[in-house]
């Protein structure tokens, strides 16, 4: 019995060492005087070397917040083994319900476009061993968090190397959403309080769509999947047809599913993949 009791610490402290391990941080934010945690993974690598990482920033859906991809995706340890399988820093920022990632025209206090680019990123830098350059930095995300990676991306084409999107609600023009009335009813009251009551112009800036232009002149590579039963389905074509239609590469496809963690389970270690590929062709990959 003694024996069997001195194994079972050592395995586990085997299992320890070699894992990825996640921090939880405080990030302040003083245009929204408050501060919001956040996830961050990293690679086993990073302890082991004294080297810079490249970091991705993956966000999470507009009913979510900052820990749904370490506690939602039916395999937990996903996101860990992907920071491990690609040697990159994953970070998962607060983006509350509903901020679409923007500074809000009509709530003073939702400012997540001046947080995300102007308090996190330099924190994580300033904090971590990263590759502090738009060479070795990424973003993607799910549903609002794909509305978000791509919107802040075309916006600040200087600290990105790429970005992407899975079932992103890339349009504020919810009439091109599929949605039964009363949750359409309900979602206008919720992102109302965001965008104020949009019309056929307002919303416009807002609309990942319309940015199809900016992004053909930034030139970022792009990775964008959905589902076949999403019900964002449409404005993700829509965005891929105006891609096509304007010449600007890029990764577009449709997989069956729907609006569902299983679909964002498969689709993220496509991301990473394509990511891969950027950073090598960057100089930053680590081995």
């Known amino acids: 019995m003694k024996r069997l009791t001195l194994i079972i610490p050592l395995v586990l402290y085997s299992i320890w060492a070699f894992a990825a391990k996640v921090d939880t941080v405080q990030i302040p934010s003083a245009a ?4 919001y945690k956040a996830a961050v993974a990293f690679p086993k690598a990073y302890a082991k070397s004294k080297a810079n990482f490249p970091v991705l920033y993956l966000l999470h859906g507009g009913y979510g917040h900052f820990d749904d991809w370490l506690l939602k995706t039916p395999d937990k340890s996903l996101v860990k083994d ?53 060479k070795g930095r990424l973003i993607t995300g799910l549903s609002m968090g794909g509305f978000g990676s791509l919107y802040l991306s075309t916006r600040h084409p200087e600290l990105f190397a790429a970005a992407g999107s899975m079932s ?26 965001i965008w104020g009551p949009m019309t056929p112009d307002s919303y416009l800036p807002y609309s990942v769509v319309n940015m199809a232009d900016q992004m053909r002149r930034n030139g970022l590579p792009l990775v964008i999947n959905i589902g076949v039963d999403d019900f964002l389905l449409e404005p993700n074509r829509e965005l891929h047809r105006r891609l096509v239609y304007n010449h600007t590469p890029h990764d577009y496809s449709e997989q069956p599913g729907g609006h569902t ?27």
């Open 32 to 35: 929204m005087n408050k501060t």
């Open 82 to 134: 992907l920071a491990d399988e690609y040697n990159i820093i994953i970070v998962m920022p607060e983006g509350e319900t509903f901020s679409y990632y923007v500074d809000s025209p009509v709530d003073p206090n939702s400012k997540f476009e001046t947080y995300i680019i102007s308090e996190v990123i330099p924190f994580i830098d300033s904090k971590y061993r990263t590759i502090a350059d738009k």
């Open 168 to 193: 992103g609600a890339l349009d504020p023009n919810m009439t091109t959403w599929k949605l039964p009335p009363d949750r359409f009813e309900m979602l206008t009251k919720m992102l109302d309080k």
């Open 261 to 287: 963690w299983e679909f964002w389970q498969n689709a993220l270690p496509g991301h990473l993949l394509f990511f891969s590929k950027v950073l090598k062709a960057n100089g930053t990959y680590i081995l």
